[in-house]
């Protein structure tokens, strides 16, 4: 018995007949199950009257159950360091967000000292590749 979440990269002499002859694949899974998963992860914890749990659900396409609890718990933590007494769909919501799209970049802009190093660089002032 075996499980691996990437069956494409395995060593064919793993996988030729003899070997796992029986595949079962489990899907992440749909919309509803992501809401039974997050009623079950949510429901020890103190939540706030705005938390939508079914809009989170919705929001979470791809995710397993390890990715839900994982939310769940990062969003307490959040809450708990902010001081909180209830987890609220904000801090469910940024989580979500930030599990999905990383950590928030502070600024997009090159910054002065950047410009200069650049500026007195030679080879940034050549315009171009060779021809």
């Not at 990437?6 to 064919?12: E, F, G, K, S, V």
């Not at 020890?44 to 609890?69: M, Q, Y």
């Amino acid at each position: 018995m075996a499980a691996t979440n990437l069956p494409d990269i395995l060593d064919p002499a793993l996988t030729r007949p003899g070997r796992f002859d029986r595949h079962i694949v489990v899907p992440n899974p749909d919309v509803r199950g992501r809401q039974e998963i997050l009623e079950l992860y949510l429901q020890d914890k103190p939540l706030a009257d705005d938390v939508d749990v079914k809009a989170i659900a919705r929001g979470t396409p791809g995710f397993n159950g390890a990715d839900l609890a994982n939310l769940v718990n990062i969003a307490a933590i959040k809450a708990a360091v902010e001081g909180a007494e209830k987890l609220t769909g904000a801090e469910l919501e940024f989580t979500k967000d930030r599990i999905i799209m990383g950590t928030e970049r502070k600024t997009m802009f090159i910054s002065e000292e950047s410009k200069k190093a650049v500026e007195l660089d030679p080879a940034s002032q050549a315009g171009g590749c060779c021809s």
